[in-house]
């Protein structure tokens, strides 16, 4: 049997043989097809499935807290594991009320639409009484508190609905300005999935038009063959953009007309540029030694930038370092001066190249909702503060204007996704770990998270049950046909939440009397009326399943009308949602909260890990980049075993690498004060001299490895705030050594 199927890395064919899946092949109509889904077969069927309910020894004999990641599992029955279960959350919610309860799931466990278990474990949650949240995402967590103060507007809207897509880019964008870069390897992915690939081929679409590309970052890889690489210091962008700030503001090349009309608070930015607050300039030569960019290089992309049709773009990873809201509030105002935004390809955009989705430009079309309905509980935590939360409950914490305190958390249920992968410092987070009485854990693999859990339910993967794939960001949609059964004793999380509703009195209110069959038509059909009521036509449910797939005509190939164009033309008619209607260079809202790493306009503020304070200990900058075999830590159990691949590869600069008298290949120690992993290195000029960079995704050691074996770079990482504003992940404000092995 050959069936298409949808993912997070896209579409692709499915060979099954005496139910199991034994090859996958690209899907016909993706220009570039991702290779993710090559290694599926091995994954679905691999000794790291969780077979049956487990539960963690110490637990279940005494409820003992302290050995988790080192204990042994007991296998019991469904009926049995489910009992014990729900007796244990109901006696939590009892004696401690939900604000006891984290309700930890990342959304990106399945493409399905039903079977999503963030929202499974949001649903059932809510129908026992709610639980503490989290706030954002660690790819964007920052950014999203930062930018509605900016432009009014929630972050991720404005990814997707404000920013130009790449047929507006290539036909009007004469320099593209890339922070961070576009990396066609992080477009592989996209949130509900990306069918059609094609990042890659827009680039080659720039290239035959002359449009000339500069990849801002560490590393030449960052963007495609073929862009200008300008090699910036990690964590000093913010500086960068300033001294061009400083050249347009001092050889008189600022559109003040679009300023005056368009934004709020230059005023009060304008003395900081030229140093006349702190006796600090921002020109070129100030920034030189801090980015190790030249001085005329900056100036001569700052008239460039003024001169021709512009477009600024910000990857997300900027914003995943210690003062992580600087370079996206800063770009924003660089736009500004520049006075091209509203106009189609110039302005600022975030995130291009970070997901798929980005660039892509459809009518309003929603996807397939299961409704997560109502939390009773409002407490909630900045998604990267999750450490802190369990190491300090009852402490006070700032976040973007509020002072809050952290819960006191008894017990955690975590589907759908893996904290021992995105967290930062995870030896820490390992000891913070063994705080809550109870943590319950729905997972297919026996993941690091699933072995530091004390009740372990064996969950099905995305082929092992029917659903609807269709993302907001792609123009597909498929039904994701069930192609073999559950592996061991597997369940979906539906009827694993029903079992445990059942057993508290909720399961009306769970489940509303129906079956994950009947759940799925009663969506679609919602679903098609509301595709009609905007003039698309799509096949009823059963035509979909005889399908498998269909696409959408709802892509807007010809230049978007952004919120930004009616804004740029009537700034009083059409203002934007920020309390002036204007762009905020200077925020009010943001000066009154008094943060001193935060402060009301854009500021230089360099972090406290970065070249400039090395030391003999830690000389190296250490960067992240998610990983370009597989999606997070996802399929890691089966790359794990392809000979070679592990431990994950380090990149080195030639000069870092013969002061340390290592060559490609060899084996090396990745260390600093919290902690140290195995790596295998690979030399190459492609990165800047004094970084290094190591792809997240390895699977977490178990507890007492000294050297975590196959590479995790969250061993090193600094589990810290980027600032009091964002609270988000500060993942790239990291100083390393490395040594042979």
């Known amino acids: 049997m050959t069936k298409v199927t949808s993912s997070h890395w896209g579409a692709f064919e499915v060979d099954v043989r005496d139910e199991r899946i034994v090859a996958t092949r690209p899907f016909a109509e993706d220009p570039h097809p991702s290779a993710i889904p090559d290694i599926l077969p091995q994954a679905v069927h691999h000794r790291s499935r969780v077979s049956r309910p487990s539960f963690r020894r110490g637990w279940l004999e005494s409820r003992e807290r302290t050995g988790r990641g080192g204990d042994t599992f007991v296998e019991l029955p469904w009926d049995e594991a489910l009992d014990i279960a729900a007796a244990e959350i109901d006696r939590v919610r009892k004696a401690h009320g939900n604000e006891a309860i984290f309700g930890g799931s990342y959304g990106w466990g399945s493409a399905g639409r039903f079977h999503h278990a963030q929202s499974q474990v949001h649903r059932f949650l809510n129908t026992i009484g ?55 390897k992080n477009s592989q992915v996209s949130m509900g999935g990306v069918t059609r690939h094609e990042t890659a081929g827009w680039f080659e679409t720039f290239a035959e038009k002359g449009m000339r590309c500069v990849n801002i970052g560490p590393q030449r890889t960052d963007a495609p063959d073929g862009c200008e690489w300008m090699a910036v210091r990690p964590g000093s ?67 460039r930038m003024a001169t021709t049709r512009t477009l600024i773009t910000v990857a ?13 509030w800063m770009s924003a105002v660089l736009a500004a001066m520049l006075g091209q935004i509203g106009l189609p390809g110039g302005g600022v955009g975030y995130g291009y190249g970070a997901i798929g989705g980005v660039g892509k430009s459809f009518k309003g079309l929603r996807g397939v909702t299961f409704s997560q309905g109502q939390n009773p509980v409002t407490k909630f935590i900045p998604v990267a503060r999750a450490g802190d939360m369990l190491r300090r409950p009852g402490e006070a914490y700032d976040f973007n204007g509020r002072r809050d ?56 993967t995305p082929y092992e049950r029917e659903d609807i794939g269709r993302s907001n960001f792609d123009d597909y949609l498929f039904h994701m046909p069930q192609l073999i059964p559950p592996v061991a004793e597997a369940r979906d999380d539906y ?40 003039g698309v036509e799509v096949p009823d449910y059963e035509a979909l399943q005889e399908k498998n797939w269909v696409r959408l005509p709802i892509q807007m190939e010809g230049p978007n009308r952004t919120l930004f164009a009616p804004f740029r033309e009537d700034p009083e008619g059409a203002p934007l949602p920020t309390p002036s209607g204007k762009i905020e260079i200077f925020s ?64 080195i600069h030639p000069k870092d690498a013969a002061r340390r008298e290592i060559t490609t290949g060899d084996l090396v120690r990745v260390f600093n004060a919290r902690g140290a992993c195995r790596a295998r290195a690979r030399v190459s000029d492609d990165i800047l001299q004094g970084v290094v960079a190591l792809p997240t995704g390895a699977w977490f050691g178990d507890p007492g490895t000294n050297v975590d074996p196959d590479g995790n770079p969250n061993v090193l990482t600094r589990d810290v705030g980027t600032s009091r504003l964002g609270q988000g992940c500060s993942a790239h404000t990291t100083l390393v050594e490395i040594a042979r092995l």
């Open 130 to 184: 709610g639980y503490v949240s989290s706030f954002a995402s660690y790819s964007t967590g920052c950014a999203q508190a930062i930018m509605p103060h900016v432009f009014g507007v929630p972050f991720l809207q404005l990814n997707y609905e404000h920013q130009d897509g790449w047929h507006t880019i290539a036909e009007h964008t004469e320099t593209l300005v890339m922070f961070g870069g576009v990396n066609p």
């Open 405 to 460: 305190t952290y819960p006191d958390i008894r017990l955690i249920y975590w589907a759908g996704g893996n904290p021992f992968h995105h967290h930062q410092d995870l030896n820490a987070l390992h000891e913070a770990w063994q705080k809550p009485e109870t943590i319950i854990v729905n997972e297919p693999w026996w993941t690091a998270t699933a072995k530091r859990a004390d009740i372990v339910f064996p969950a099905t």
């Open 588 to 651: 009010a809202t943001i000066d009154g909260f008094g943060y001193d790493d935060c402060p009301g306009h854009p500021v230089w503020l360099p972090p406290s890990e970065w070249l400039g304070t090395a030391t003999a200990a830690a000389p190296l900058h250490l960067v992240s980049p998610q990983p370009g075999d597989k999606l997070h830590s996802q399929l890691e159990s089966a790359l794990a075993d392809v000979e070679g691949a592990r431990p994950e590869t380090i990149v």
């Open 316 to 328: 997300w990873s900027l914003q995943r370092g210690e003062h992580g809201e600087q370079p996206f």
């Open 237 to 303: 962008d913010t500086a960068l953009m300033l001294a061009l700030a400083y050249v347009l503001e001092t050889e008189n090349l600022v559109d003040r007309d679009f300023l005056g009309r368009c934004t709020t608070g230059y005023d009060r930015f304008r003395p900081y540029l030229l140093g006349e607050t702190d006796g600090l300039p921002k020109t070129p030569d100030w920034a030189a030694p801090l980015t190790g960019v030249a001085a005329d290089t900056v100036r001569e992309l700052a008239r």
């Open 495 to 534: 009827q694993i939440f029903a079992g445990l509703a059942e057993r508290l009195g909720k399961a009306q209110e769970f489940t509303e009397g129906r079956r994950a069959g009947e759940w799925l038509r009663v969506l679609y059909h919602a679903y098609q009326g509301m595709a009609r009521d905007e």
